[in-house]
């Protein structure tokens, strides 16, 4: 038994290895893109807001943008390691409390919109595989237009219907859970249609296998047979799946965000970017990079968990 | 169980529960859509009797067994002149009354438990499955139910192995776990869809001894095989299917013996086992056996020596030597893991020997360029198990056949008319040129391959399982082709196989492996009647025989 786990503690440690590099490379296109812009370093740096000389002087010494390039580099990283992100000159705060202060919202959306899309999608996939034809032209129908309608054209829909019109909930801002179901359902909708098309797909590609036929002899009951041995077989694809939604999601919170009037990391990115608050920018790329490879070992794991054929592997 | 059935087959007051059938179905019919996948079968299970289907693949025999527990699937149209389950009307079950059916009063054992267990599930919760959706015993007590069913089929430690997942453990166990799951909750009657098919012999043989066991304990057995021999060790009675159809039934004794119907007769001409080299498997109905005359051994076409092959420090093969002369069969027969694949691409030169050489035709592997090696590898081809993975499946018959005589140098201009002469060699002919793998049969498969493997005109062919996947008429004819082409081309086989009855029948001589190393090598007359290793001995106990008929009758024995 020790021999799985060793080899277990052995695959996080490559994978955190990994990430550790992928954070570096991160860090490094962030530092080029910094000295790639056009203009000067301190101006790219204030961006947009007039600062006194001062602060300028301050910038020049923070960076270390009086001295060579290398020196720059290590000074830069050096900092990152340390937690600090630096200063946004427009928002006068530094930009890991910028992001603090808007990340929670982000994650909040992200998480229950993924829940949403988890619990929907299997819950659509299990009743729906190996069906009647009707049902499961239907089915994928409805994912087709769930697929093909943009996140942006969803949420206005939703808005114009929900919080104009029937005022259920709220059309801005919009505190604790009344101001979140409109958003989750826009940020869900498309991720269940495409995670419920995949499930349906593998689990009747499972349904056909001996392992199935031998439950079913045993006496098991249909829904049993799905729950208790199909649906396992169909989530290692999912997780994989979902590894990627992850990433995506956070994209598709700038138009979510800026049309529910709502706060995050999707209105602090769009507004630094319009505002070429590059600092902020920086940031942003950090954290989700951050986001991203802490996903993915969290799918690597899981693998692990599902099928007990990856623990011996490799 | 109180007394012994000691009826057997005669047919008692249909009141009693010691002689009425478990089920009986009269004129069953199947169909899928245009399908007719069971045409008027009718036959009884009564308890501690063994009833055999046997057929070919799409006789229908599988089809009929899950009809027996209602699970032919949605789209599946069950028509019967009666069908009961123990006196009930079968036809009449709804969902809820054939799962009370299903696990509790018919257990059912598919083969290869390596897909047939759950592969994410350790298989004490399997065994355990059934206990719990039938409650032969309280919830508190299936825990240990589990380890009691696990150890009373044979498998050792239960404890620890119902902790197991399927890919831990071996064939055999796997297998005994899956008859523990399906023997749970004590069914009158036991289906076994060729419960030993993906196994090796000598745990072949233990599986079937398990079964004859569940049977002299007064279960009843539906055995569903491909396998005449494997159904002779067990079955009172034999249904031999065809095309959906019964052409013979009646007791194992008569119908293995004496064979009423041409095709039964036909099926067991087809067993190699009890047929010499040089005789003929495929026999024509009227028509006497031929006989071919095999080439005289000719010049050494590979001489392989010492060969030592170890993966991750586990030797794989160890000290293997043998050669192999042109016209000649050199049969290689071990279980699985006994290092016949590894010592066939150690010959292929797809892997180099840790230790000891190859020659093909006087010129070692070792040392050459690859433009040497493409040379050297004309000379050698090879035959795989499954043809169909070994095609690109996108490639029509004529682009293999091109490829293939490309590599062996025949120019543009000549390929066309040389291909239809080697499919002709193979006993096809230029119609299939522009079918695609995928369109053809099993069979005309393995010839194409084979047709494959002669395109560059070699010294030997490799035949890594060429008969595996085949069925048993089918696979006659193949090796009967083999046989032709070594006598007209004078060709060189090496033929690994785990199936002792087909490498008796084609090699001139035999190398047993085990463990990688070679426990026997000699002529194959002497290996089969007088082995020397006691693993050699071992093996050919194993071997299911169809004269086992004579003392396979234990319904009628007294206990």
């Given at each position: 038994m020790s021999g799985p786990r060793r080899r277990t503690g052995r695959l996080v440690l490559t994978r955190v290895g990994t990430s550790v590099l992928v954070l570096w490379g991160a860090v490094t296109v962030s530092f080029t893109a910094l000295h790639l812009t056009p203009g000067n370093v301190a101006d790219v740096l204030i961006g947009s807001s007039t600062v006194t000389p001062e602060v300028r002087a301050q910038i020049i010494a923070d960076y270390g943008l009086d001295r060579p390039l290398l020196t720059q580099y290590a000074t830069y990283l050096g900092r990152v390691l340390r937690g600090d992100l630096g200063q946004s000159y427009q928002l006068h705060e530094s930009v890991a409390a910028a992001i603090g202060a808007q990340l929670g919202a982000s994650v909040q959306l992200t998480l229950s919109a993924l829940v949403l899309a988890v619990v929907a999608s299997t819950t659509l996939a299990l009743l729906t595989a190996r069906r009647a034809r009707w049902i499961r032209g239907l089915s994928s129908g409805l994912e087709l237009v769930g697929v093909s309608i943009p996140t942006f054209w969803t949420a206005i829909l939703l808005l114009t219907v929900f919080s104009f019109q029937l005022g259920w909930f709220p059309a801005a801002g919009g505190e604790g859970f009344a101001g979140l179901v409109l958003p989750v359902i826009a940020v869900a909708l498309p991720v269940t249609t495409m995670l419920t098309q995949m499930m349906r797909e593998s689990l009747e590609l499972v349904l056909d296998e001996p392992f199935v036929l031998t439950a079913r002899a045993r006496g098991m009951p249909d829904l049993g047979v799905r729950l208790r041995h199909a649906l396992r077989h169909t989530l290692v694809p999912a997780v994989t799946l979902i590894g990627w939604i992850v990433g995506l999601l956070l994209g598709s919170m700038v138009p979510v965000e800026q049309i529910f009037s709502r706060q995050g990391i999707g209105q602090l990115t769009l507004g630094a970017v319009t505002g070429k608050d590059l600092p902020v920018v920086m940031g942003v790329v950090l954290v989700t990079a951050v986001l991203y490879v802490v996903v993915n070992i969290l799918v690597d794991l899981l693998y692990l968990v599902i099928d007990p054929r990856l623990r011996g592997a490799r | 169980m109180t007394e012994p059935a000691v009826a057997g087959l005669v047919t008692g007051s249909a009141a009693d529960p010691e002689t009425e059938p478990i089920v009986e179905v009269t004129d069953l019919h199947v169909s899928f859509g245009e399908i007719?996948?069971?045409?008027?079968v009718s036959f009884a299970v009564r308890p501690g009797e063994c009833v055999a289907i046997v057929g070919e693949s799409g006789s229908g025999k599988s089809v009929t067994a899950r009809t027996l527990l209602g699970?032919?699937?949605?789209?599946a149209r069950v028509r019967a002149g009666s069908f009961r389950v123990e006196g009930a009307d079968a036809s009449a079950f709804g969902e809820r009354r054939w799962r009370s059916v299903r696990g509790r009063r018919i257990g059912f054992v598919l083969q290869d438990a390596l897909v047939s267990l759950d592969a994410l599930r350790p298989v004490g919760k399997e065994v355990a499955e059934a206990l719990r959706l039938h409650r032969p015993v309280p919830r508190g007590a299936v825990a240990g139910r589990v380890v009691e069913l696990l150890r009373e089929v044979g498998v050792p430690e239960p404890e620890l192995r119902a902790r197991q997942?399927?890919?831990?453990?071996?064939g055999g166990l796997r297998q005994r776990a899956l008859i523990a799951s399906a023997i749970a909750c004590h069914p009158r009657l036991l289906i076994a869809d060729e419960p030993t098919t993906a196994l090796d012999v000598t745990v072949q043989a233990q599986i079937l001894r398990l079964l004859a066991e569940r049977k002299r304990t007064g279960t009843a057995l539906l055995l569903i095989s491909h396998d005449l021999a494997v159904v002779a060790e067990l079955a009172d009675r034999v249904l031999v299917m065809k095309d959906g159809v019964v052409v013979e039934d009646g007791p194992a004794e008569r119908v293995l013996r004496e064979p009423d119907h041409p095709y039964t007769r036909r099926l067991l001409a087809a067993v190699p086992m009890e047929h010499a080299k040089g005789t003929r498997l495929s026999v024509a109905e009227g028509e006497p056996p031929r006989t071919i005359t095999p080439p005289v051994p000719g010049e050494i076409v590979i001489e392989a020596r010492d060969l030592v092959k170890a993966f991750h420090g586990r030797p794989a093969v160890d000290g293997v030597s043998f050669e192999l002369r042109a016209g000649e069969t050199l049969g290689v027969v071990g279980e699985s893991g006994s290092g016949k694949t590894t010592t066939a691409r150690l010959v292929l030169g797809l892997l180099a020997p840790d230790a000891g050489s190859v020659e093909i035709d006087g010129r070692p592997w070792a040392g050459l360029t690859a433009g040497e090696r493409r040379e050297l590898r004309r000379h050698i081809q090879v035959v795989y198990q499954d043809p169909l993975s070994s095609f690109d499946p996108r490639f029509t018959v004529r682009r293999v056949l091109d490829e293939a005589l490309g590599v062996g140098g025949e120019p543009r201009a000549t390929r066309r008319d040389r291909a239809v002469e080697l499919l002709e060699q193979v006993?096809?002919?230029?119609?299939?040129?522009?079918?695609?793998?995928?369109?053809?049969s099993g069979g005309q498969r393995q010839r194409v391959a084979i047709a494959r493997a002669l395109a560059p005109r070699p010294r030997v062919i490799v035949c890594d399982?060429?008969?595996?996947?085949?069925?048993v008429s089918i696979q006659a004819q193949v090796l009967d082709l083999l046989a032709d082409l070594q006598s007209e081309l004078g060709i060189a086989y090496l033929f690994i196989s785990h199936h002792l009855g087909v490498v008796h029948h084609v090699s001139d001589r035999v190398l047993v492996m085990k463990d990688g190393r070679a426990v026997e090598y000699g002529d194959v007359r002497q290996v089969f009647t007088e082995p020397r290793a006691a693993y050699t001995r071992e093996l050919l106990a194993a071997i299911p025989r169809l004269d086992a008929v004579s003392t396979g009758l234990p319904t009628r024995r007294a206990s």
């Open positions: - | 007719h996948a069971v045409r008027g699970l032919t699937g949605d789209d997942y399927p890919h831990e453990l071996s006993g096809l002919d230029a119609s299939v040129l522009d079918r695609r793998p995928l369109r053809l399982e060429p008969v595996s996947a085949l069925d």
